[in-house]
């Protein structure tokens, strides 16, 4: 009985968010800055000194540095979550859907500020942020349909 030969390129696993991996949404973050305006001075200060830094704590990520002239600093995050696999001959290629952006202006901020707004669309999945319904203190997926059940709202208190 022959045995069959597997090649390397048919080993690959497939990134998924879950309990033993985690893939971080925030694809680019742009940086806009004025050369001239005042009020971008600290953001292109944390651009010469620690831009570099945070790029490298964050390899999947791409930053870009515009300059727009007259404009006020912003920090801006594109997100985008990975849905399918194309079966082409080259089998890295994703397709990325649902692209959203944050933006952030920068013009009020000391040069830890901009770093800490930089960490913040780092941090963010990018989705909306949706208000909870009124009245509703626990969202569930599922609805109960007594409610919410707690052993403060007995006749008898629950005894371990």
Known sequence: MATKQI??????????????????QVRKIV??????????TNTRTFISNDL??????????EF??????????????????????????????LIVVNGRDKVIPLQEFEVNGVEK?????????????????KGRIVESTTEAARGIWSGLHVDTPFKI
Do not use: M
């Open 7 to 24: 090649l390397r390129a048919q080993l690959r696993s497939y990134p998924a968010n879950g309990h033993s991996a985690y893939l971080p």
């Open 52 to 61: 570099q830094r945070v790029a490298w704590q964050n390899p999947h990520v």
């Open 117 to 133: 707004k930089v960490q913040l669309l780092l941090d963010s999945s990018g989705a909306k942020i949706k208000q909870l319904k």
């Open 64 to 93: 870009v540095v515009k300059q727009r002239n007259g404009h006020e600093p912003i920090a801006r995050g594109l997100y985008g979550s990975v849905t399918s696999f194309c079966d082409t001959e080259r089998s890295s290629d």
């Open 31 to 40: 940086l806009e800055y004025c050369q001239k305006l005042p009020s971008s």
